[in-house]
């Protein structure tokens, strides 16, 4: 179970924070995990993107709270969930842990809103669960060769050695301020979206003992999470796609999955990168709220 010392050091107004314990008779292969809860209303559960955590979507949940109850999802051994030693971290693992949420809670005529490998999850969640699920809003889905690698060259340095036999582990534990902060901003258009606590609690996330073996796993995941985009067909309940503009994603990328889904609907959002809960939240909150 999370310790007291794993907390966040960010507040995010109007919410408060609750766990899922494990499931009885797994012998000790799942662990707690940690969501936050705001608002009235249906329920909506908020799916955090790749090295991030529930108030990645800090800026979003108070301006949907008034029409929701949301759950902010901290995903299997990331933000504040428990790290459990040999976990698995791709895409069926990490589905698991949401579809915890959806079924220890007993939510029904949930919108899953999700982005990158958030938005991934919410898909295949739907196509698992659709008598739960009334709508999914994917955003920026993390379903395509490179991913986090195509923010720049110093991401492809970084994760190419994340990913490298031996010395792996080592470079996962080495996480520079500097370094991060780059990275992410890779994935803004708007770079000052990125801000300075948001920096410092992820790097103090990521020195939790265990985290750099999370860390890998979430990046040696995204062959699952490309190949989870064959479950997209199955999914029953309206889906809306969501992309920036300046998405690390490819037209080619984007149109792979509007086929995949003919039926859904399609926004891009002009000048937004790949987190686009950081840096234009209230495009976000103007399409959920206005079929709340």
Do not use: C
Request: glycine content about 10%; hydrophobic content about 40%.
């Amino acid at each position: 179970m999370p310790s007291q010392e794993s907390r966040p050091t960010i507040h995010v107004p109007g919410t408060t924070s609750h766990t899922i314990a494990p499931r009885a008779g797994l012998d000790g292969r799942e662990g707690t995990l940690r969501y936050l809860k705001a608002g009235s209303g249906a329920p909506l559960v908020l799916l955090h993107t790749v090295r991030t955590q529930a108030e990645h979507f800090r800026h979003l949940i108070p301006l949907i709270a008034d029409h929701y109850t949301v759950y902010a999802l901290d995903l299997p051994g990331m933000g504040h969930s428990e790290i459990v030693p040999g976990a698995s971290y791709d895409e069926p693992a990490m589905r698991t842990g949401v579809e915890r949420l959806l079924t220890e809670l007993d939510l029904h005529d949930v919108t899953l809103v999700g982005e990158s490998m958030g938005a991934v999850l919410a898909l295949t969640t739907a196509a698992d669960l659709p008598e739960r699920v009334r709508r999914v809003l994917a955003v920026n889905t993390y379903d395509f060769p490179g991913g986090i690698a195509r923010s720049g060259l110093l991401a492809r340095v970084v994760i190419s050695g994340v990913l490298a036999p031996g010395v792996g582990p080592v470079i996962a534990g080495v996480e520079p301020r500097p370094a991060l902060a780059r990275i992410l901003q890779g994935g803004l258009g708007d770079k000052s979206a990125l801000r300075a606590d948001y920096v410092d609690e992820l790097l103090r996330v990521g020195r939790r003992p265990g985290y750099t073996t999370v860390a890998r796993g979430v990046y040696q995941a995204l062959p699952s999470l490309i190949a989870a985009r064959s479950r997209y067909p199955e999914v029953k309940a309206p889906v809306h796609l969501v992309y920036g503009e300046k998405d690390w994603s490819r037209p080619s990328d984007r149109d792979a999955n509007k086929k995949l889904l003919p039926a859904a609907d399609f926004t891009q959002v002009r000048n937004a990168g790949h987190f686009i809960a950081l840096e234009r939240p209230d495009v976000l909150a103007d399409m959920l709220n206005a079929v709340a």
